[in-house]
């Protein structure tokens, strides 16, 4: 099955500057990757997401970009706010198995004032 | 419009013992998912319902753990008996389903509940 890494697995950044997440899969028949965030104790939220058949795709401060040759992928977050201090877990999907999501182990972001 | 609701939020037992978990996803969505989320981990998916058929419970510990989704909307997951390995949040998550012209399916957004923490003691 699909197999989904993360790192780091936690990043701490002063406020106003970048925070970028990376993850890699196995599966090349690969095509969607959403990007949730978890605020704790609260459930996952989908903030971006990216299909195969583009390679970036921004929404304000966050971006995702996407290298399917090297089966990698990233979030990345400018300009930080406490508010963006949360687990970010990326996750790979198919479409053949009916998007079943395979989850990377989450990277805990601390955004400090 | 109303989430995904899920109950209990809380529940503690005791190893051996039998748990069972609750959710109404949100209305119109034919597809439910059932993850456990371990302390530190990304959630795992144990079962996809696609209205009340089993689309996929490859990762269900079926010695132990059965869901159901009888009439295609609430679905409750059953674990018993409980094991201390169990400890987990339990998350409920609903999508709609929706074809594209030609048979291909197409990605919809996966909405999750609040989860239930399990202490197994």
């Known amino acids: 099955g699909e197999n989904v890494e993360q790192h780091p697995s936690t990043l701490s950044v002063q406020e106003g500057d970048s925070a970028v997440i990376k993850c890699t899969y196995s599966?090349?028949?690969?095509?969607?990757f959403p990007w949730y965030k978890q605020e704790l104790g609260k459930r996952p939220q989908l903030i971006i997401d990216?299909?195969?058949?583009?390679g970036e795709k921004k929404d304000q401060r966050i971006a995702v970009t996407l290298n399917k040759t090297a089966k990698h992928f990233s979030l990345h977050i400018t300009e930080t706010q406490p508010e963006d201090s949360a687990v970010y877990f990326c996750?790979?999907?198919?479409?053949?198995?009916?998007?079943?999501?395979?989850f990377g182990a989450g990277t805990t972001v601390t955004v400090r004032a | 419009e109303a989430g995904v609701a899920q109950s209990p939020r809380y529940k503690i037992i005791e190893k051996r013992q039998s748990v069972a978990f609750w959710c109404n996803p949100i209305s119109g969505h034919a597809t439910l998912y059932w993850y456990q989320q371990i302390l530190g981990q990304g959630p795992k998916l144990l079962i996809q319902?696609?209205?009340?058929?089993?689309?996929?419970d490859s990762q269900l510990p079926k010695d132990r753990f059965s869901a159901e989704r009888l009439k295609g909307v609430d679905s409750t997951l059953k674990i018993q008996p409980a094991k201390l390995e169990d400890s987990a949040v339990y998350l409920c998550?609903?999508?709609?389903?929706?074809?594209?012209?030609?048979?291909?399916?197409?990605?919809?957004?996966?909405?999750f509940g609040p989860g239930t923490r399990l202490t197994v003691l």
């Open positions: 599966d090349s028949a690969s095509n969607y």
């Open positions: 998550a609903s999508s709609l389903f929706s074809h594209l012209a030609g048979g291909t399916r197409t990605y919809n957004e996966q909405f």
């Open positions: 319902f696609q209205n009340n058929g089993v689309v996929d």
């Open positions: 996750a790979a999907s198919r479409p053949h198995n009916d998007y079943k999501l395979s």
């Open positions: 990216i299909r195969s058949n583009v």
